[in-house]
């Protein structure tokens, strides 16, 4: 019998660099890769989503839609991929439906070809509404379950969540486990589950990312369940809070009874050119190489440096112990949401609050408006104590009903203020850009047309890093350094530079 | 029914700071994490081998037996683990079997429980007396095999290999994957059918380094093919070219019908402990993360390296591509060793010789020695045309028996020798040091009363070289630096330091 065939969707565009360094990465710095990408074989190449569009337009002064366009261009026979927040968008807030459509048309339009639409709570009519609008544009709408850890988490329950995806249209069914808390037999479990009662063609996709050091070993299991695709990062983008590497995935099925079919010669051409780019975006790394701590204390990594700093601004930096025995509190009352974004900030966010004010004596906004109901449905209880808080302090009333369904049409308002954005090019992209980061987006406009401004270090700035690293004692070649000399006693102020 | 128990073998004090480190951690920097390592629950704690006895007196002015006793009174509760090159000790030559068993004696009785032992190109008759003498000592005695690829190396090899061991005392068979080229499929069949040929209840311990990025998955399989114990690394200490983290491997197999019983309180203090200590061996890290290239090139990257200096040095630099595909015909014409330390050298540095003299015109002593038997029997055959080369140039025949039987004994001479020696302490322990390493132990034992010289960067210096790596344009805070400044037109030297 020959060895079934396992697709693999590359990461180096997308999650690796947003997962690694901060998604700082610049198109430049990627094109090179982009043939050999296209050619390798892969299902998928990941290459847009909400923190690279963000990143573009905040830290790069690059066009998020040039980028894509780009891509498609450079990789003519590849399907695109991208990371959708259902009704969110790319964005923090709910879109009205129009929104959510223009978005995912212009988005086809440009290029994309599969669409993973997911929602931090996993509420299912949060997700609805975009899956339609790819169904409806031809592309492949992919439903994705977020994985987590609770008391009320199960496999029957991810199982069941599968389901109601395929019910909405999904063409595939993403498990995708943010966190690294996806150990083999769950996932061998919840994959079975969705292939013995949806059917065996149902089909899979398992993103992992690697920071507890488990995964790799989950996606052989995934595998082993029947799993169709996986979500890989070249290795030289790889490992850490990233993802497990492409080529030793490729190289662990050997003798088994599955093929990657992906050309090693590319892998490798690949793999060579991030590795030269990686060390330039040396200041944005993460210092994370294996983290197990997530699996007992349900608290990314993220998440902790984030209420560590809000500590520290308000002088409370040693009560950190006790913020993190209050956040299972916390998560619990909100319904067990998974933590991730943007859920895991407004848990955390909250957790420091009780500490520092007395449990929910004050609430966030974004708490309150989480218990009341206007992130959509978790799927634990929410404390009815603290939704009787919420409502209280936040005024308004908790909702059953979709959150979206409470807007009302805003395309055409959207339209008119970006209208009056200096340097708008009247394109539908553009609103969408202004849509969803108004507040970036108006300085984006402002600078486009001065072109893409790298954040990493050239070549000669990485050579002087290394050497002032490496000596610990040396002036880097970096400019030339004022210091203050003593010469023959007398004090003099003198410029150095390197011979 | 309960699940199946999986002993772990700890390498944080041996060949993780050996493959991460280059074997220079102090002992001092060991010790506080010990009392952690005896109650944590391992099957063994890995603490000693041929690199850090030499380490020990050649860079950190220890005396390794000290280290051996030290380790003893700590960590009473739990098995000692030593890595020992069968017939050469720890050294770099056959040894004569009267000093074999002296070296096996002295190490038993200064406090090691396990000896794994080995041999670089698997001819069980360099194992069978170091056996025997831990056999006799009453202490664990564990055969292994040095896992490669090639194509005379087959599981049936393998599996009969196990058998000789096994009838040889071997009262364990490891498999040892120092290379990381052990994939998942090949580790399940080479263990099923050891368990299946000599019975369930034959002790199987797996040691896989994680270069490759495979061999967490690799140890899944051998453990689902009825692997008893597995050898891995606490997360501070794991990864690249060393070994899978202790605590991912531990949290992996819940849910799983194994379990480790490792107390995770306890590995989260010995993580912490070695979180803190290893950037102070920043100068001796290897960058290397993940590397595939192994499976293709068959080149370990320490080879690599190696061959790449030797060529510069003679002004070749350019012509690494010619060695490198030189060196599968040198391997297969010398039956096709596994390429370890030292046969790894050996090879390299005679296919740097072809490429620079002339296939074979100039042999080194060391590859005649390999090609005629020396080191003992390869498992493939031999090129007949080089064994007559060979033989002509080295002025000696093949030999087929046991390298070790040529040899006289020699203890009473080393004992005369280590005499002379300034320093020596009149002990067996300090005939062995001499024995083992006869151009470093003379130093060693004149400087050992000065105490150990911990190689590794004070935490002051580790902040100093923190900072100039951020900066990467100051000068760092270790003493002064002597520049030639130009002040008012007029050269001075002077002496510069952070104000």
């Known amino acids: 019998m020959s060895p079934r065939k396992i697709g693999v969707t590359e990461l180096a565009l997308r999650d690796a660099h947003q997962s690694l360094l901060a998604t700082r990465m610049a198109t430049e710095d990627m094109v090179g890769a982009c043939e050999d990408l296209d050619k390798a074989g ?20 690059e066009d998020p839609w040039q980028r894509l366009r780009t ?15 259902g009704q969110n968008l790319l964005g923090y807030r709910h879109y009205e439906d129009g929104v959510v459509e223009r978005f995912v048309e212009k988005s086809a339009e440009n290029g994309m070809d599969v669409f993973r639409v997911f929602d931090a709570v996993n509420d299912p009519r949060n997700m609805a509404k975009a899956m339609q609008a790819v169904v409806k544009t031809g592309k492949h709408a992919q439903g994705t379950i977020c994985y987590t850890i609770s008391p009320v988490h199960t496999v029957e ?51 992992c990312h ?35 590497p492409t080529e030793s995935f490729v190289e662990m099925l050997e003798g088994t ?35 197990t701590d997530i699996f007992a204390s349900q608290i990314p990594g993220g998440m902790l440096s984030n209420m560590e700093s809000q500590l520290k601004a308000q002088g409370a930096g040693d009560k950190i112990k006790e913020v993190m025995d209050e956040v299972p509190r916390v998560k619990a009352d909100a319904g067990h949401p998974p933590l991730v974004t943007p859920t895991s900030q407004i848990v955390g966010t909250q957790a420091v609050f009780n500490v520092l004010f007395g449990r929910y004596k004050k609430l966030t906004g974004e708490f309150a408006d989480l218990v009341l109901g206007y992130y959509g449905k978790t799927i634990g209880e929410t404390s009815p104590e603290v939704i009787k808080i919420a409502e209280e302090q936040a005024k308004k009333p908790p909702i059953t009903e979709r959150p979206a369904d409470l ?7 959207l339209v008119a203020e970006t209208k009056k954005l200096d340097g708008n090019d009247g394109s539908d992209e553009d609103v969408l850009t202004y849509a969803m980061f108004p507040a970036v987006a108006p300085g984006f406009f402002k600078t486009r047309s001065e072109g893409p401004k790298s954040v990493a270090m050239t070549e000669a700035e990485l ?20 210091y203050k000399v003593s010469v023959g006693g007398r004090e003099h102020t003198v410029q150095v530079e390197r011979a």
């Open 463 to 482: 050579k002087a890093r290394q050497e002032a690293a490496e000596s610990g004692t040396t002036t880097a070649a970096v400019g030339s350094i004022s």
């Open 210 to 244: 690697s920071t507890t050091g488990v995964t790799l070993v989950t996606l052989m299991k995934a595998i082993e369940a029947g799993a169709d695709v996986v979500d890989t990062a070249i290795s030289s983008m790889s490992l850490g809070p990233g993802h497990n």
């Open 42 to 61: 892969f299902w998928s190449v990941e290459c847009w989503g909400g923190a690279t569009y963000d990143s573009c337009i905040r830290f790069l002064n």
């Open 157 to 207: 329950g991810y199982v069941k969540l599968a389901g109601q995806l395929l019910d909405m249209g999904a063409q595939s069914i993403a498990l995708k486990d943010m966190a690294a808390l996806l150990k083999p037999q769950p996932a061998y479990d919840i994959i079975r589950g969705i292939k013995e009662t949806y059917g065996e063609d149902v089909q899979v996709n398992v993103h």
């Open 407 to 413: 807007l009302k049409p805003e395309w055409d308002n």
């Open 71 to 85: 891509f498609r261009e450079l990789m003519p026979n590849t399907r695109l991929q991208m990371l959708l927040r």
């Open 257 to 291: 009874g599955y093929t990657t079919d992906l050309d090693m010669d590319r892998l490798i051409k690949i793999r060579d050119h991030f590795a030269a780019i990686r060390p330039r975006y040396a200041a944005f790394e993460s210092a994370t190489l294996v983290d």
